[in-house]
């Protein structure tokens, strides 16, 4: 699952979207959850601020088995 997470200036979740599906609903949702539950994050590096105050990530979620 690859997700984008957006957060605020100030490292709060502002969403979280599935930009890369993994097949399975369950675990797409989960990656969404976690991150969800995790915020907020400390305060990012002005660097990644962008100019509309927002930090775009791209974050990969791997399931070996």
Do not use: C, H, M, Y
């Amino acid at each position: 699952t690859e997700v984008l997470v957006i957060l605020d200036g100030r490292g709060g979740v502002v969403g979280v979207q599935v930009v890369g599906e993994s097949g399975t609903e369950t675990l797409d949702s989960a990656a969404v959850q976690a991150f969800n539950r995790a915020g907020p994050f400390p305060n990012p590096p002005r660097g990644l601020v962008g100019q509309d105050g927002k930090v775009r990530i791209r974050w990969e979620f791997i399931l070996k088995t």
